[in-house]
């Protein structure tokens, strides 16, 4: 079975620094695109970024570009989300997220809007950035 599992959340003041993982099991994570996509208290689902297959594509929504960096390991089937410069709109549960097909890229507007249903979702780390 895909199984997600994110790790790294925490409670934080604005300008800190955070970094999220996430470590995928039973699928061949080098053929997937992954993704880490956020709900906020209140709203819906936005995806934050995403990496292909080989790392060779990222992508991010315009509010964390320049703060957040998204990466992954193959060989230790981990992806991870660096978040520097962290304000109180990045409150939010952080899921990772796997593409449901192999070396395809959907958007991420995409894949947050078919939500857990369409796709592998882990079960979500919270992060919480207040002063």
């Known amino acids: 079975d895909v199984r997600l599992v994110e790790s790294g959340g925490g409670s934080l003041q604005p300008g800190a620094s955070l970094s999220l993982s996430c470590v995928a099991s039973g699928f061949t994570s080098c053929d997937y695109w992954m993704y880490w996509i956020r709900q906020a208290p209140g709203k819906g689902l936005d995806s934050v970024s995403r990496?292909?297959?080989?790392?060779?594509?990222?992508n991010y929504l315009d509010s964390v570009k320049g703060r957040f960096t998204m990466s992954r390991n193959n060989a230790k089937n981990e992806v991870y989300l660096q978040m520097n410069r962290l304000a109180p709109e990045d409150t939010a549960v952080y899921y990772c997220?796997?593409?449901?097909?192999?070396?395809?890229?959907?958007?991420?507007?995409?894949?947050?809007?078919?939500?857990?249903?369409?796709?592998?979702w882990g079960q979500g780390t919270q992060v919480t950035v207040s002063s």
């Open positions: 990496i292909s297959h080989n790392s060779v594509v990222t």
């Open positions: 997220v796997k593409n449901k097909d192999p070396y395809i890229g959907a958007a991420g507007i995409n894949v947050a809007a078919a939500g857990p249903a369409a796709n592998s």
